[in-house]
């Protein structure tokens, strides 16, 4: 066969492909609830932070309230209406990272995944501390226990997802939507008694809040700034999430990129009309709200509070109070938020070995987590997503109030270097771009950028600012310990691809082939490495026997001549039991006798398929080839003979196999059922 | 070459053993030190034991304790008689589990060394439990904190261990000889003082024992012949590790059974002359003693004792009495008394190794544990006995008494099966033998080992009477637990033996190789597989590529063609990054449409020296190595490259072997440190 001769080079794609992964794409109505949960679940907590701050000055500052979800909401349209851009620009599902590393180059876009890989770990964490605390304002019985509540759910949801979730459409669908159903039908109920000037008050209506130290009224307008600014930026919670559909257009049906933005500008809508429903009805009736762990600031007619009172999140006490009559309606609406809550953390299950996955194939990450089904590099991610998450839940008790201090940093960092990479983007496309209604929609779409960051940028100073001492330097500790690690790893990557690149030494062949087979026994397993060892036709081909016991060794003599293989048996003395080490230093004598020539060491090994065997078996063979690597020159040929047993393990892998991964529904990638051609090889 | 020809078997025995693990025989003088130290520690809590049970019927029946000690001292007589009996007729170092084993049978081995692996536990446990005791005496911040001193103690031993000690006979010989010199010095002073008549009270001396519930005073003759067994069986604690010296036989110099036997002679001598003495003078000095669990049965001029008392152990209380005028010697014997605990315990370390290699050789534990130097399957031994022992220790809170009841029962069930296995060996040995003057050697040692038999038989049924529910119940437990495992693993291993086992069939030759080698880059591993691949001339040789990206297949196929290999492309489309199952499938075929010829993957590897790198390095590599071995008719050619820092695992690997293990010394096995020609291979 030709060197060059291409047509030869069979391509397998067909075959191989019907028993891979298929892709299922996902059409809005079910790509909506699949990229939701993380950015709609917010309004289970962004409104309760806005009060909390606000209340720092006493309940009079609550004419504020609306005010600072107004602000919120137009951030978060800004945001909405840039990452429609970055769907349009970038629709091959790299998100922020990707935007930023092909525009800032790499330093920003390891900047991003670091911001990335920490805010999925403060997702979980905020997500199932929330979460906790509507359990508890269902379940009286948990309240005081929500740390370790919050544990277990996250032990829980990690085990789930080791275990692997099939994940479907449905599955993020009934929930969200009966989400939205809930949350925005209690709204329009509320809205309504407004009107109707029925609205009844919450439970906390009655209470009063004295002020914090340092707020007392009149507020000078320096104080009230820095007031406002910390409400703000504590709300500014409700964005996170947003930018989960730039991650999963691949998902999406065709037009994709008009598809996601669609979805992205319905998402968007709806999470603006929850937050300010929720905000305005949380004003109208009276709520008082202030950090739990400092309820004594609360006081009925000028007397302390009962022991033991405590707190329900600020939806659920509108919906009690909204629901008076139909306590259905409550325990509705707080299950789902509690679930909504749990999928969003789930989000962030799913998201981690995705974005692992893209970190490795640009030498950020170990290699292994770039291909799918690694599953110990999988699994390692998840068990330390889950690890990290329970250390934040169990320094901060799994309040989310301190909790939210170090969650936005990141988010809105990787917000401002995605909105800078866009403006380049487009100015660099400009650049070339000669049609004149590309030219105006590009420019269009410049602008719409360059608000985005103008927004975003005054955000996370904002947050820097108000938060850097609350907990905001936690994050950045560990976005910096992420980028540290990336650029090391990548370095050590870069370093070994230099030794490796070939040259022209590379190309001399051994002149000769020494091959010794390694006999324990005369068993199947020697018999087919050396038939193995035969086929291969090496120069010199001999077996090699470590001797401990004169005994054994005759009857192994013996029964060698007996078989008359045509074969030569060396035999190494070892008389303390070392097996390794005679091996090693006969292949380096081999190897030192004929420089140029290579020694192949033919392994027998017999493969079992339970894990107990694995122990009763093989350690010596795989310490020895663990050693014989380090030695230059040698090969190691494992001959494999399969016991009975093996066949578990075959279909243990086959079941690993089909497996569907966190993740894979909103990449894309779903196996079909139908139409497999998987078996076990014989 | 032909098949016979086995004068080419070239036996490298002369070079390989110049690096290998050299012979450093002990002379007597060592070998007492090196094997007495579980055996003498004894006498640290044995006459403890004695004092305790008596105490149970009041002070007054102390008169009986050194009846006592006289029947413990007959019994350990009869048994030292017999084991010089054992030494002179399996000198290779198997000891009891040997002689059961080939008298009495596969199960009676396999119930000895059930019964020595729950002794190791024990001793480790009742050592460092008694040990931290004398520290308690000694250091009053300890009292209370026993058991959490003791698990101190064991992790650290443990770790030492794990370290691997470099292990010689000073490090026996000076705390063994200052044990001998410093016990027998103070017995010999207080023996003198008794003579002379100046012999000083024990503190305890002025205490009242109440007599326990159910032994009040006058006692019957039954319950007086219990309390006689219990105190009896207890006393026997004294016995354990008397039959250490003949597991380790192969350690003394020549004429090596003459030796151990004298060694052995000399050691009981010296423990019964201990325990003799102490127990005297303990009686002679007014001790009291209880439980330390019953400290409220003692009384002083018919008042409790003020809170806090807490009461010394017997030779703690000896020393303090006899060296009133003198306290450094009170501190040295207390700290000898110590240090030879710890090596007592240290003996277990070293013996459970020892046993496991014995275990593995005769397929009754992992394989992995026969060969030395295998690390790992090392480790997890040591780390087994500690953990088993922490345990104990924790569950009994330290308190010797209470672990003594377990300790007994394995160490009497290996001296009896023994005993009757020797009885057998001989009676075998005196059908065949003729020469008169051997038979009459040989039935007077059949005498002996009758006796022996006997005597330890009483005790055995003595032991499981008074102790089965006080604890050796558990023991009992353990050994079947064991004995189950052993079972399990030996049939196991016959079962894959059967399955096998060569027949006819496998001679067959394959007919014709497929080699593939897998391409990732065109760097110098895969130029160097592709090199050694071609060196060994397969039928068929292509390489084989798996693409995920278009534009980096392109690139790939061009480079490839540039540098003219002779060698065709394959490529294997794998649009979701799966790496492993295409190659395994694609061999899968290969083999299929040739089911005579045989598939080798040839797998570039780099071979890296740090742990972290292994985590950045050939993870895909190995999980398809993994799997490949389950693909019958496919050898997978491991073709490693090794960068430079592979050149740090070498070493460590060289440091590892070097490294002399727990138990080498009392095998005889010392790595002689001269005449080294080990070098790091290139």
Not at 234 to 258: D, H
Not at 328 to 350: D, H, K, M, P, R
Request: overall charge positive.
């Amino acid at each position: 066969m030709g060197v060059g001769d291409v047509s030869k080079r069979i391509l397998l794609g067909r075959k191989l492909r019907s028993s891979q992964l298929g892709e299922t794409l996902l059409p809005k109505r079910i790509a909506l609830p699949v990229f939701a949960s993380d950015a709609l679940s917010s309004v289970a907590y962004a409104p309760d932070e806005i009060f909390i701050m606000l209340g720092l000055a006493g309940a009079s500052a609550y004419v504020w309230s609306w005010k600072i979800g107004i602000a919120v909401a137009i951030v978060m349209a800004v945001v909405v209406a840039s990452y429609r851009q970055n769907v349009h620009a970038y629709p091959s599902g790299g998100g922020d990272y990707e935007v930023a590393t092909v525009n800032l180059g790499r330093n920003a876009g390891i900047t991003v995944a670091s911001a990335l890989l920490c805010d999925y770990v403060l997702t979980v964490a905020v997500s199932i501390s929330s979460g906790s605390q509507y359990a508890a304002g269902a379940i009286p019985a948990l309240v005081g226990h929500e740390a370790t509540f919050a544990t277990a759910m996250v032990l829980l949801l990690m085990a789930m997802n080791l275990r692997g979730i099939r994940e479907s459409g449905t599955f993020f669908a009934v929930p969200t939507y009966a989400f939205m159903v809930a949350i925005l039908g209690m709204c329009a109920y509320g809205l309504f008694q407004l009107v109707t000037g029925t609205l009844p008050d919450v439970q906390s209506a009655d209470l009063d809040i004295t002020t914090a130290p340092g707020y007392e009224q009149p507020l000078t307008t320096v104080a009230l700034m820095i007031l406002l600014a910390r409400a703000f930026s504590s709300g500014c919670a409700a964005l996170t999430g947003v930018e989960a559909i730039s991650n999963g257009v691949p998902a999406f049906r065709k037009p994709k990129s008009r598809n996601a933005a669609t979805t992205l500008l319905l998402l968007g809508m709806i999470a603006i009309t929850m937050m300010l429903s929720v905000i305005v009805l949380a004003d109208q009736m009276g709520l008082k709200y202030v950090d739990p762990h400092e309820l004594e600031r609360m006081t009925l007619n000028g007397q302390p509070l009962p022991v033991g009172y405590d707190q329900d999140p600020v939806i659920a006490q509108i919906a009690r109070a909204v629901f008076d009559h139909f306590p259905a309606g409550f325990y509705l609406v707080v299950t789902v938020t509690g679930i909504i809550l749990v999928l969003a953390a789930n989000t962030a299950f799913n998201g981690f070995p995705v974005l692992g996955s893209i970190l490795a194939e640009d030498g950020l990450a170990p290699r292994a987590l770039g291909s799918r089904g690694d599953r110990l590099a999988y699994s390692n991610g998840i068990v330390f997503l889950a690890l990290m998450a329970i250390v934040l839940i169990q320094i901060f008790d799994a309040e989310t109030t301190r909790l939210i201090q170090l969650y936005i940093v990141g988010v809105f960092v990787s917000f401002n270097l995605s909105q800078l990479g866009m403006i380049r983007h487009w100015t660099r496309h400009l650049a070339t771009e000669q049609d004149p209604a590309t030219r105006l929609s590009m420019q269009r779409s410049r602008v719409i950028n360059t608000i985005g960051l103008s927004f975003t940028a005054v955000v996370l100073v904002i947050v820097l600012l108000t938060k850097f001492m609350a907990g905001a330097w936690i994050t950045l500790l560990a976005m910096a310990t992420f980028f540290a690690t990336m650029k090391a790893i990548s370095r050590h990557y870069d370093k070994v691809a230099m030794e490796l690149a070939a040259d022209e030494d590379d190309k001399i062949l051994p002149t000769r082939v020494h091959a010794i087979v390694l006999v324990s026994k005369l068993h199947k397993p020697t018999l087919r490495a050396l038939a193995f060892a035969k086929a291969s036709r090496p120069n010199i081909l001999e077996g090699v026997y470590v001797a401990d016991d004169a005994a054994k060794t005759n009857r192994l003599l013996q029964e060698w001549d007996e078989r008359n293989f045509g074969v030569p048996l060396k035999v190494l003395h070892s008389p303390y039991r070392e097996v390794v080490r005679p091996i090693v230093e006969y292949a380096g004598e081999i190897r030192r006798s004929n420089p140029r020539g290579v020694v192949a060491v033919y392994i027998p090994e017999y493969v079992v398929g339970r894990w107990w065997e694995q122990l009763l078996h093989n350690q010596t063979a795989l310490r020895l080839k663990g050693r014989l690597l380090f030695a230059p020159g040698v090969m190691v040929i494992s001959v494999p003979y399969q016991l009975r047993s093996s066949e578990i393990a075959v279909r243990r892998e086959l079941r690993e196999e089909e497996r569907v991964h966190a993740g894979d529904l909103r990449r894309g990638r779903i196996r079909t059922r139908n139409n497999r051609d998987t078996q076990i090889p014989r």
